[in-house]
């Protein structure tokens, strides 16, 4: 007998910004994203922009801005994957049937925020953007679908970012908190499940999986951009509950297992300070409501110095979340030794773990890695919790109307079967949405072959394509995972 819940809640999840396209219709303005040119595992994507009158380009990180003083722009001879996507802005209604299909009991989604506030500073916001959410979420209610959005999902407005120099500025704090209110009202009754900031840990994880990552600089960006995050954020969950007491506010994490690459100290002390940097500096901050201890050392290290008021700890303090969710792909193993056996590919790298298999994209498969993530988790916050990204990319193989994915199958099966030991050992799991549950562009790359989903879609990584939908093998596979509550796994 497996142990999820009767009203655990199955699904799958995607991002404003990898699926809906339509990226200048419905009065849309232009977010950061609108402006990252595709790439590949061995080429990155750029963000393209002016700079004292000269164009530019520079590699982009997930969740990262612009440099200080740049004007994004849309090149003519640049590919932009998120401009038509895989147009979920025009098909949600096939999509949400096909989701309904397979059994979801919840979809998380993300708002793109230029939708509701084109350029982020209106003083009104745009009823056709709300309209256009409002009609997807009452297609999800047709079907008993529970929404769980996601707030800012790698979507700030290009004109915030380029006026408060990617949130380098209390100004974005009101903006977000803003825009957060607007979503909370308009959707009082349709949704409950409010995740402010998608994987708010990436610029902290990037910087630490490459070498160094940047210098004093860099960090100290960085951090004030996390505290600015942090604060708007508490007051996002306060307002969500004095609006709708209902409401359930969660954070979102990037989940990467850490492990030391042997017994030597130096390793131990190593991996101790990954944990304490990538994942535990923002999680504390988010479910504690404070910052850790530890939070002194990673400020002298890099000669930080925050703009933080007395008003914002006890901001902090009041706005905790209701509940951790995070995203779990793979584990990564760290050392102080030289070693020849190295990972490498999209976001990736370090030492090869050699008890574990890796991906195209030199992603370890861990399953184990989520156990013991859910189990360390939960026994530092007692918060509820949700698996809100998980996931094979792979290349698949469209033939006679289907994808054969058994692989991705295996993926996931063995990771639910790490979330059932979890559950069994006492963690309080309430969900999991699979990532990219429908094929779409890849936030790493920009490409479409790295795929997820269990609907593939007939896009390639240089836009052509019928954008037609096929239900994969994996589609009805999870059709009966869900049917049979996570006990029917072959």
């Known amino acids: 007998m497996a142990n999820f819940s009767n009203d655990f809640l199955w699904g799958g999840a995607t991002a404003a910004n990898q699926v809906e396209g339509g990226f200048d219709e419905g009065g849309k303005g232009l977010s950061v994203t609108d402006i990252q040119t595709a790439g590949s595992v061995a080429t990155p994507r750029y963000l393209t922009y002016t700079l004292n009158g000269e164009v530019h380009k520079s590699v982009s990180m997930p969740g990262g801005g612009l440099p200080a003083g740049a004007k994004g722009t849309v090149l003519a001879d640049e590919y932009y994957p998120n401009h038509v996507a895989i147009d979920f802005y025009h098909r949600y209604k096939e999509d949400i049937k096909l989701f309904a299909e397979m059994g979801f009991k919840t979809y998380r989604l993300s708002i793109a925020w230029t939708r509701i506030f084109p350029n982020g500073t209106e003083s009104e916001p745009n009823q056709a953007g709300l309209d256009f959410y409002r009609r997807v979420f009452e297609e999800l209610r047709k079907y008993d679908i529970e929404p769980i959005v996601t707030i800012s999902h790698y979507e700030d407005p290009l004109a915030l970012s380029e006026k408060y120099n990617d949130w380098q500025d209390r100004g974005m704090i009101d903006a977000y908190v803003k825009y957060a209110t607007t979503l909370f009202k308009e959707y009082k009754g349709l949704v409950k499940y409010w995740l402010t900031f998608n994987e708010i840990n990436s610029a902290l994880l990037m910087m630490s999986t490459f070498g160094d990552g940047g210098d004093d600089a860099d960090y100290q960006h960085a951090y004030q951009k996390l505290h600015y995050q942090f604060v708007a954020s508490a007051r996002a969950v306060q307002i969500a509950h004095e609006i709708d007491p209902a409401n359930v506010v ?3 994490i990037c989940g990467i297992v850490y492990y030391p690459g042997s017994p030597d100290p130096q390793d131990i002390m190593l991996n101790r300070y990954n944990w304490e940097q990538n994942i535990l500096y923002c999680s504390d901050a988010q479910c504690k409501g404070e910052y850790p201890t530890f939070a002194k050392r990673l400020w002298a290290e890099h000669n930080v110095h925050l703009d933080i008021t007395d008003q914002d700890r006890a901001e902090l303090k009041a706005g905790t979340v209701d509940m951790y969710t995070f995203s779990y792909y793979m584990s990564n193993m760290v050392t102080t030794h030289d070693t020849d056996d190295k990972v490498g590919g999209n976001f990736t790298a370090g030492a090869k773990n050699p008890y574990l298999q890796y991906s195209a994209w030199g992603w370890a498969t861990d399953p184990t890695g989520l156990q013991y993530y ?94 037609a939908r096929y239900p994969k093998d994996s589609f009805y596979w999870y059709q009966k995972v869900i049917q049979s509550n996570g006990e029917e796994l072959d």
């Not at 990771?415 to 699979?434: C, F, P, S, W």
């Not at 795929?451 to 007939?458: A, E, N, P």
Request: glycine share 12%; net charge negative; charged share 30%.
């Open 250 to 252: 969660g954070n979102m």
């Open 374 to 467: 859910l189990e360390t988790m939960y026994d530092r916050y007692h918060l509820p919790m949700m698996v809100v990204e998980n996931g094979l990319g792979e290349v698949d193989k469209f033939e006679d109307g289907t994808v054969h994915d058994d692989y991705r199958i295996d993926y996931l099966r063995q990771h639910i079967q790490a979330m059932d030991k979890a559950i069994e050992n006492g963690v309080d799991l309430r969900g999991y949405t699979t990532w990219g549950c429908i094929d779409c562009v890849s936030a790493g790359t920009g490409q479409m072959s790295k795929r997820y989903g269990f609907i593939y879609v007939d896009r390639d990584d240089q836009g052509k394509g019928t954008l």
